[in-house]
């Protein structure tokens, strides 16, 4: 079993920063891969970045998502935010498979809003 919490989110304006946290815990190998989603209302959940391969084209050069191993703590500093990045942010952490990663564990979301 694992547990995320995350934090960080807020309200900002546009062109605004936020970096989200996600303390990740338990099972090791439930925790080999580690991502970030986010969910915007009346949108499908989409992956934003994972520390396998690093942030999606939409946010690259504005986002980068980081781990600080000792810590056992998923960063996503956001950049230069806009109004569309506004959704709930999630992090998830599950199995790496042979040709991709299985994320089983969610946080509870962290709701990042920009105006």
């Known amino acids: 079993h694992v547990q995320l919490v995350e934090s960080g989110g807020g309200s900002v304006q546009a062109g605004g920063s936020l970096r989200l946290s996600c303390v990740v815990s338990?099972?090791?190998?439930?925790?080999?891969?580690t991502a970030w989603f986010r969910q915007a209302p009346g949108k499908e959940r989409e992956e934003v970045a994972t520390i396998r391969t690093g942030v999606v084209d939409s946010v690259k050069g504005r986002f980068a998502i980081s781990q600080d191993n000792v810590q056992n703590t998923l960063y996503l500093q956001m950049n230069s935010l806009k109004a569309e990045d506004t959704a709930m942010y999630y992090c998830a952490s599950g199995l790496r498979l042979p040709t991709r990663c299985r994320y089983d564990y969610w946080g509870q979301g962290t709701q990042v809003t920009v105006s």
């Open positions: 338990g099972d090791p190998y439930s925790r080999l891969c």
